[in-house]
């Protein structure tokens, strides 16, 4: 057989599987299976900051990093298109069960769930925008960092507690 009618049946079998392979990314995702993140984990909640400083410590180290984490991903995500917001939305998911799975005392309960119910606030917008709900998920997110402020200022105050009481830095 000669190289050249190698080549050709080579092309005949090929070019429909390449032609088939091209045209499969270009399929618009199914409006019939809406993207969603991973729901949160169930959040721990237990301990009294009186008796054991440390899991206040621990909490707040936790929660402080990764709530900033969290803030700074999702004012980044706000800037992706629907494909690129994919990816973002299970990281941000998965930063918010790790925050909801660390052990928090009790003077920390209304910070925790204020966090938890802003990273769920922004989840819920980005699979709203993914899924075509609403136009943009600017002006939401845009809100959602007073939130995080107000978040914030609630760790600082309980950073100040238990340096205050404990003696920690």
Do not use: H, K
């Not at 009186?50 to 984490?69: M, R, V």
């Not at 939305?89 to 052990?103: D, G, Q």
């Not at 993914?130 to 959602?144: A, F, H, R, Y």
């Amino acid at each position: 057989m000669t190289a050249n009618l190698r080549f050709w049946r080579w092309l005949i079998v090929a070019a429909p599987l390449v032609l088939a392979a091209c045209a499969l990314g270009d399929l618009p995702m199914s409006d019939d299976v809406a993207v969603t993140a991973a729901p949160i984990a169930t959040p721990i909640f237990g301990g009294e900051c009186d008796l054991n400083p440390n899991l206040l410590a621990g909490w707040l180290q936790t929660t402080t990093i990764l709530a900033e984490e969290f803030n700074v991903g999702m004012n980044q995500a706000a800037a992706l298109n629907r494909v690129e917001l994919v990816d973002r939305l299970n990281e941000l998911a998965r930063l918010r069960s790790v925050i909801a799975e660390t052990p928090t005392p009790d003077c920390a309960v209304d910070t925790q769930i204020l966090l938890l119910s802003s990273m769920s606030a922004a989840i819920e917008t980005f699979e709203r925008y993914i899924n075509g709900e609403i136009d943009s998920p600017t002006t939401e997110i845009v809100d959602l960092n007073d939130r995080f402020d107000q978040v914030s200022s609630m760790q600082q105050g309980l950073l100040s507690i238990l340096q205050e009481r404990f003696g920690r830095n």
